[in-house]
C-alpha cells in the first residue's frame, strides 16, 4: 500500500497518541454520514476506506515492532482542520457558486492538490465536463497518492470518454492517476493557466 503515515498526515516519528489523533481527525472529516446524498460521497468513501487501512497498518507494524520504510516519502505536517474544510460543507449544501467564489480567492501560489479537486467538483456539477477533466487531472498530478482524488478523475475521464453514453471522444482519456500521462497539462500545469478565467 501506499505510505500510511503520509496517508494520515504525520511523520513515522509521531507517537502513538498523534497517530491516534490524526486518523481520529480523517475519520470524522471523511465519515459516510457528512456525505449523505453529496457531490463527494463516492470519494470520501473511497478516501475513509484509504485512512482507515493506513491506520491499521501502523497499529500492525508497531505492534510488531517494525520500522517503517517509508520515511523517505513523507513531507509536510498534519493538521487537523483542512484549509478547505468549509467549501466541502459549501459542496456539500449545494452552494457550488459560493465555493467557488471561495477557491477563487486563494492565489495561484497556494492552490494545493486538494484545491484542483475541489474546483473540480464543482465544474462537474455545473455541467463543465472538459474544466472538471483538467482540473481532477491537475489534483491528480500533484498527489497521485490520493485515493480521493484519482477515484474522481477516473469517473470524469470514463464519462469524458463516453463510457456513460456522454458522446465525448475518447482523445487523451489517460491519465497520471490510472499510470497514463496528462499530457493535456504538460503545457497547463502552471496555476495561471489553470484559474477559472483561462478556462472559461
Not at 497498518?57 to 513523507?74: H, P, W
Not at 467564489?101 to 463543465?128: F, N, Q
Not at 487523451?172 to 493557466?193: F, N, P, Y
Amino acid at each position: 500500500m501506499n505510505d500510511p503515515y503520509r496517508i494520515l498526515g504525520i511523520s513515522p516519528d509521531a507517537t502513538d497518541d498523534e497517530v491516534k489523533k490524526a486518523y481520529r481527525a480523517l475519520a470524522k472529516k471523511y465519515h459516510p454520514d457528512r456525505y449523505q446524498n453529496s457531490p463527494l460521497a463516492q470519494e470520501a468513501s473511497e478516501k475513509m476506506k484509504e485512512v482507515n487501512a493506513a491506520y491499521e497498518e501502523i497499529l500492525r507494524m508497531r505492534k510488531n515492532g517494525e520500522k517503517a520504510s517509508y520515511q523517505s516519502s513523507y513531507s509536510g505536517t498534519y493538521s487537523s482542520s483542512s484549509r478547505y474544510s468549509d467549501v466541502r460543507i459549501m459542496i456539500n449544501n449545494g452552494r457550488f457558486e459560493d465555493a467557488e467564489d471561495k477557491l477563487s480567492s486563494i492565489p495561484p501560489s497556494e492552490r494545493t492538490a486538494e484545491w484542483y479537486y475541489l474546483m473540480a467538483i464543482i465544474s462537474y456539477h455545473k455541467g463543465w465536463l472538459e474544466e472538471a477533466y483538467n482540473y481532477a487531472s491537475a489534483a491528480c498530478r500533484l498527489d497521485p497518492t490520493d485515493s480521493e482524488y484519482s477515484s474522481f478523475f477516473n469517473r470524469v475521464r470514463r464519462q469524458r470518454s463516453g463510457d456513460f453514453g456522454t458522446g465525448y471522444s475518447t482523445q487523451g482519456t489517460a491519465g497520471c492517476c490510472d499510470g497514463g500521462c496528462c499530457e493535456m497539462l504538460s503545457c497547463m500545469l502552471c496555476s495561471d493557466c489553470l484559474c477559472r478565467s483561462c478556462c472559461n
